[in-house]
């Protein structure tokens, strides 16, 4: 099988001339999905999650949405409802992974691999507890009631962990901050890598790192999508995707901007490095509310759904960890004629996107210092593939 996952390589050159200070080339296969063509549909989304090591449930859950609405599969509410607190859960899994293991290691610390392996084995046995007997992310769904005391008991332990190890006091009292001075009076007050790390930030005054100015992503209609990624030009647009003629954004920032904190944060600082980390929390603590309420509200469960054709055009797009996700495919008898896949990562990571400007912006200086302040700006967009950066 290909590998869909590839590479970023960044290269920085301070004192050069503005339009020449960033380079970014992907080594990615963003025609890969090619892979499908002739597979059955469920051999096809069988492949989904195996081939795409980050935001698995996510990809998977864009996959079979999408092959869904191309075979007329009338999907029950349950099923849907199941998709996304899986959804949800990966997102909280991969914010935990960042923020355990990446920012600790920014700080010089020891990663906190001990408290990600517990919040492997809780995602397991949510999904086991949530989805007994039945893999919610096949065509139709469907299949037995889930157990909601022990997926409840799995949500009580991950509030523990981020209470322990992230916010020193429950998630849902965190969230109450509302300012910039409440937030930094926090992170002086605890001694948790991500703390530490937003302490370091504002002590070294790096809170609007990277401010630039790009549009957040839409939510794209879907016949305007529907004609880029089915067009002529469509290896083009996955390659590098602009959506009325300007590279755009779509990132934990962006789907928080209406939270009091990062609206505080962003009208003193812009769209910096301080705002962008702080985002990453604010979503942890909101899916995880999201995840209890989702949990109490789901419906009871109902036999699967069936294809109502073998043929049809269908179209999905999903809020991943790190922004959004868009599946299209193309059915004829049942098997993939077409398949495309459009990921955050072309979009934030676009040559003329967040990335590259919120780069081109740093003041010239020391290598040492720019390579920090880089790689933190890098890390608070995240990309879904390996990087190497190199400043000349």
Not at 27 to 32: I, K, Q, T
Not at 79 to 98: M, N
Not at 301 to 330: K, M, W
Request: overall charge neutral; glycine content about 8%; charged content about 20%.
């Amino acid at each position: 099988m290909p590998d869909l996952e590839g590479q970023l390589t960044i290269r920085l050159r301070p004192w050069a001339a503005q339009a020449e200070r960033v380079t970014i080339r992907s080594s990615r296969r963003v025609g890969a999905a090619s892979v499908f063509v002739g597979r059955a549909v469920e051999g096809a989304l069988g492949l989904l999650p195996s081939l795409f090591s980050v935001c698995a449930t996510a990809q998977a859950c864009a996959g079979v949405l999408a092959c869904e609405q191309a075979l007329g599969v009338k999907l029950d509410a349950s099923v849907q409802a199941r998709r996304g607190l899986l959804v949800d859960l990966e997102t909280v899994k991969e914010h935990l992974w960042r923020v355990l293991l990446d920012w600790p290691v920014m700080l010089g610390l020891a990663a906190e691999r001990a408290a990600m392996a517990r919040v492997l084995s809780i995602q397991r046995s949510f999904r086991a507890a949530c989805c007994p007997g039945l893999n919610p992310l096949a065509i139709g769904g469907g299949g037995g009631e889930a157990d909601a005391p022990a997926a409840e008991a799995c949500l009580t332990q991950l509030e523990q962990l981020c209470q322990e190890h992230i916010f020193g006091q429950p998630p849902a009292v965190w969230s109450r901050l509302d300012t910039e001075a409440t937030l930094v009076a926090w992170a002086q007050a605890r001694s948790t890598p991500a703390a530490r790390l937003l302490t370091e930030v504002t002590q070294l005054g790096w809170q609007a790192l990277g401010q630039c100015r790009v549009d957040p992503l839409p939510w794209l209609v879907c016949e305007e999508l529907e004609q880029r990624l089915g067009g002529t030009d469509a290896e083009t647009f996955v390659a590098r995707p602009v959506w009325q003629g300007r590279a755009r954004e779509t990132t934990p920032f962006t789907r928080t901007g209406n939270d009091p904190l990062i609206s505080e944060i962003a009208a003193r600082r812009g769209n910096g490095l301080l705002v962008r980390l702080v985002a990453r929390l604010v979503e942890l603590a909101a899916v995880l509310r999201r995840l209890r309420r989702g949990l109490k509200a789901l419906p009871p469960a109902a036999p699967g759904a069936c294809p109502t054709r073998d043929s049809g055009v269908g179209l999905a797009q999903v809020e991943a960890a790190r922004g959004r996700l868009a599946h299209r495919v193309e059915l004829e008898g049942g098997s993939v004629r077409s398949y495309r896949i459009l990921a955050p990562t072309e979009w934030n990571f676009h040559p003329q996107g967040v990335v590259s400007q919120a780069l081109a912006s740093l003041e010239d200086g020391p290598h040492d210092r720019l390579r920090r302040q880089a790689g933190l700006l890098i890390e608070a967009v995240d990309p879904c593939v390996a990087y190497e950066l190199s400043v000349e």
